[in-house]
């Protein structure tokens, strides 16, 4: 297409058929007003998750580090039981090989009774010291004299009378404790 111009005829200019809407300078300042809040909010939103996931590492980290204070306290609690059950272990195998030496001498002291039984005493007499014999007859007159008038008292076995023994003295390196309820307490005195 041609176009033909006149240079004295005045040019007109061609108005745009809409209206501008925004001016080329105000959508440039309102468009950097929008993207520096936009920016400021994400930085803003940022810094605070970025704080939040400090605290919450600071957090965790101090967790673990109970944890594992805990994991210790635990190892040093059973090294304390086992040292404790030890204790008592050893103590219950001593009361026991003591046990089975007193069972030995008791009935060792049985079996020497049966073989060799004590001289057989009147029941009455059994605490006082036996009284002297004091014979003035012939031998064949006490002989008569004891036939005739007691039966063979010799011949009858008394039976033995047992002591009663007090419980053995506690040892002095423990100190007993009775508590309100009746529950009673050894504690070792170093």
């Known amino acids: ?8 005829v005045p040019t007109v200019a061609a ?16 468009l950097a007003v929008v993207v520096g809040v936009g920016l400021t ?5 940022n810094a605070t998750a970025a704080i939040y996931l400090y605290r919450g590492i600071t957090d965790l980290r101090a967790v673990e580090g109970r944890l594992e204070e805990l994991g210790a306290f635990e190892q040093r609690i059973v090294a304390r039981l086992d040292t404790v059950n030890n204790g008592f ?8 090989s003591q046990l089975q030496g007193s069972f030995n001498e008791v009935n060792g002291n049985i079996s020497r009774l049966e ?8 029941d009455g007499s059994a605490g006082a010291a036996e009284p002297a014999v004091v014979t003035t007859s012939t031998v064949a007159d006490a ?4 036939i005739a008038a007691e039966p ?19 040892n002095p390196s423990y100190q ?15």
């Open 1 to 8: 297409m041609t176009t033909i111009s006149d240079p004295h």
């Open 15 to 30: 108005e745009p058929i809409e209206p501008q809407l925004l001016d080329k300078d105000a959508s440039r300042s309102r």
């Open 41 to 45: 909010l994400f930085a803003v939103l």
């Open 89 to 96: 272990q050893s103590r219950f195998e001593r009361l026991d």
């Open 115 to 122: 073989q060799n039984p004590p001289p057989a005493r009147d």
């Open 143 to 146: 002989s008569s004299n004891n």
């Open 152 to 170: 063979a008292a010799v011949d009858t076995p008394r039976p033995a009378k047992r002591k009663s023994t007090a419980p053995p003295a506690p």
């Open 176 to 190: 007993r404790t009775e508590t309100p309820d009746g529950k009673v307490y050894y504690r070792k005195i170093n």
